[in-house]
């Protein structure tokens, strides 16, 4: 079973940055698809960013484009949400996925999920 960590949330104030980690166990990392997900209190899991297997294809929320990057360290198992620009509307809980399908991540449907790491920004 694939088995995933966030980390690197934490509160920061409008207009600042923060990296999210995702590291990864329990299969071949290179293999999967990966994304970010975001759930808010009282809202549903939304998608954020998704990176290809190889890590040449990446797709991105209108809610985020320009400000968020997602990549991928195939060796070191990792996955990295880069946040610029944060603003109160990204407070959520978030969420790495991993999938062998890249429309499953991108629908939301992917098969392992880590637990999620919070990220709350002021204002």
């Known amino acids: 079973q694939v088995q995933l960590v966030e980390s690197g949330g934490g509160l920061v104030q409008a207009g600042g940055s923060l990296r999210l980690s995702c590291l990864s166990s329990g299969g071949m990392f290179s293999g999967y698809c990966m994304g970010w997900f975001r759930q808010a209190p009282g809202k549903e899991r939304e998608f954020v960013a998704a990176i290809t297997w190889s890590g040449v294809t990446t797709y991105y929320a209108d809610s985020v484009k320009g400000r968020f990057t997602i990549s991928r360290d195939d060796a070191k198992s990792l996955v990295y949400l880069q946040m610029n620009s944060l603003n109160p509307e990204d407070t959520a809980v978030y969420f790495c996925?991993?999938?062998?399908?890249?429309?499953?991540?991108?629908?939301?449907?992917?098969?392992?999920w880590g637990r999620g790491t919070q990220v709350t920004v002021s204002s």
């Open positions: 996925a991993a999938d062998e399908s890249i429309e499953k991540v991108r629908t939301t449907q992917a098969e392992f």
